[in-house]
């Protein structure tokens, strides 16, 4: 007996206890409510037969360990899919289960990516071409440096450096994970030219993080020629897909103004914004901000663009241009999630995969509601205001 089903056999047996117990019955019949909680509870880990029925189709379980070999197989289109399965349960010695030998993790991107209409672009690409979107013709050159907040596992930093090889490239992520990846991706790839510092800091609280850290503006060692400002600002703010996450974006916004040089500084987003004005009042409004927490986006940064537009202008950004690319960015990313949910799924925890999955239909369904516009924003700091 496996301990899981121990556990399940424990479960239903207290569970049967508590209900003969004087004290907690109240009716016969509610008190089995319990019994067949627990009953379905101990169902879901115990590992029978007959609970992998039920585990299976909520993908709670693990895949036939050959199986992800057989989608990966299937994905390239090479065999009929049906033949196979039924030599899933064949007496093997090997089998497909060294699938994980041949794989390569060779990058951590994680942002929307900007998608080809042929869909059969690569994630990595579509990352890459968001980035180019978002840099390009903002004046990047030798001697920039470059504020990067929300820089996810550090690979648009590469990416950035190997572009336009800036004197610096200063990072802030609020996430210390990504952080240690990031450094490690730093620390192994060469950038001639380019000075890349990473720090864990929260977007929110810009004027203390640079208060707190002098090196942001230091000597450096790698790039001893002075920046392009030399002085204690950035040439470019810099934010890929995640502005709508601080709290708030209007105060980032205002303090992105204060740190970049004025009047020639650049600041350039990819974020997202209301398409349509969200529901004031009653259950529409509940359900708007019970979706947006979950996601961790406070819900006044959820604006239309007149009132986004405003948000630039009173920080003090000028010569603000905005661009709607949702129509390449939802339904692509979602088709490819779709596809490798197809392909290397399995070798995603169990029960995790439903986070995919409710992504993907997310996403599907902002496409087709237009109920948000990805957007691409380019600005120019106004003089210094007071
Ligand atoms: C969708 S990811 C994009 C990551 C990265 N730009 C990329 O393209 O791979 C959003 C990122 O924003 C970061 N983030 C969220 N809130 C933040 C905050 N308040 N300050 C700094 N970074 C934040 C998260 O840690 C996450 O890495
Ligand atoms: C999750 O994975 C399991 C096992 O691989 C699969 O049976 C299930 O359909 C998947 N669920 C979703 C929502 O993709
Ligand atoms: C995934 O994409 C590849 C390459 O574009 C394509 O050949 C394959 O048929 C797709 N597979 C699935 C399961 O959609
Ligand atoms: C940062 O933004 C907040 C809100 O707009 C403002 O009160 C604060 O003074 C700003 N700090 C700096 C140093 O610009």
Known sequence: MSSRFAVFVALVAGLTL?????FTQSS???????????FLLGLLVAETPIASRLQEPLGLTSRHPDRVGLDILHSQGSLEGETAKSELDQRVTYGLQHAFLNLEVTGW?????????????????????????????????HDSHILDVGFGCGDQDIYMAQLYQPARITGITIEPIQHHAAQELVKRTRTP?????????????????????????????????????????????????????????????????????????????????LAKPAPTSGFGRKIFETIFSA????????????????????????????????????????????????RLGGLVKPGVNWSYWGLCKGLRWLDRSKWLHFVI?????GPRLS
């Open 109 to 141: 991107w994680f942002n929307m990516g900007l998608w080809d209409k042929d869909r059969s672009m690569r994630f990595q690409d579509a990352c890459k071409a968001l980035v180019e979107k978002v840099t390009s013709q903002i004046g990047i050159q």
């Open 193 to 273: 030219g380019t000075e890349i510092q990473l720090y864990v800091a929260d977007a929110s609280n810009l004027p203390e993080f640079l208060e707190s850290t002098p090196s942001v503006f230091g000597t450096s060692k790698v790039t001893a020629a002075a920046t392009a400002t030399g002085s204690r600002q950035f040439t470019h703010v810099i934010s890929i897909d995640s502005a709508y996450h601080y709290n708030t974006r209007a105060q980032f916004l205002h303090n992105a103004s204060r740190v970049l040089a004025p009047n020639t500084g650049r600041i350039a987003m990819a974020d997202m914004i």
């Open 377 to 381: 924003v380019k600005a120019r700091n």
């Open 28 to 38: 016969r019949l509610g008190s089995l409510s319990p019994v067949c909680l627990g």
């Open 18 to 22: 508590s209900t003969l117990h004087p």
């Open 295 to 342: 996601v961790e986006v406070p819900v006044v940064n959820m604006k239309t663009m007149e009132a986004y537009k405003q948000d630039l202008m009173d920080a003090g950004f000028v010569d603000i241009e905005i661009e709607c690319v949702e129509d390449q960015v939802f339904s692509g990313l979602a088709a490819y999630i779709e596809n490798q949910t197809g």
